[in-house]
């Protein structure tokens, strides 16, 4: 049970995939909270069966929900050759933006799954944020910034744990490692 309630302005929610149900369920409970959230849908599943049509994305948009790239095909950006890579960033938020009419400078790395030229392809392709899935705190300046996964299986007390953006102190010292090391080139 969570006991205590976390602050809301400090919390950012988003969805992504763009799977239908960002629509068709979580539409209406964000609004119902008052709250917004950032939704990275895969541009090439628009309009597929069970993914968010071009309607929905607007619709989004136009109740100030974010809209960002997660690339067109779920790819590990890590794997792509550089032009495959560059097509992946480019081509999904040109894509989107025709969708939603407002630019697309957020990006969230499929699978979290990044290096130093990955980051470094985002910065040249015009981004200006990256999320990865590093899990914790986030400084809302940086251009790399971790999320955490809510899982329908999880228990109250990691819910609320990761609600009040708390890791452990070796898990925390783990994670700013692990960001560090993956952004050294020829490490992975
Ligand atoms: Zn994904």
Redesign the pocket.
């Known amino acids: 049970m969570i006991t205590e309630a976390p602050r809301p302005d400090l919390i950012r929610l988003s969805f992504?995939?763009g799977n239908a149900s960002d629509c068709d369920i979580a539409l209406s409970r964000l609004l119902g909270q008052g709250m917004t959230a950032d939704f990275?849908p895969?541009s090439g599943r628009i309009d597929h069966e069970g993914s968010l049509t071009a309607e929905q994305i607007q619709t989004l948009a136009a109740a100030g929900m974010g809209i960002g790239s997660?690339g067109v095909a779920?790819r590990d950006w890590r794997r792509l050759p550089r032009q495959e890579l560059r097509e992946e960033l480019i081509r999904s938020r040109a894509e989107l933006e025709a969708v939603c009419g407002m630019p697309v400078t957020e990006a969230?790395i499929?699978?979290g799954s990044y290096n130093g030229r990955v980051l470094r392809a985002l910065r040249r392709a015009g981004y200006r944020v990256a999320y990865s899935s590093d899990r914790g705190r986030m400084n809302p300046g940086a251009f790399l910034r971790p999320r955490s996964s809510v899982r329908g299986d999880m228990q109250d007390k990691d819910f609320a744990d990761l609600l009040r953006g708390e890791l452990r102190l070796a898990r925390r010292l783990r994670r700013g490692l692990g960001m560090t090391l993956r952004q050294v080139p020829g490490l992975r």
Request: proline share 11%; glycine share 0%; hydrophobic share 45%.
């Open positions: 992504d995939d990275f895969l997660h779920h969230a499929p699978f």
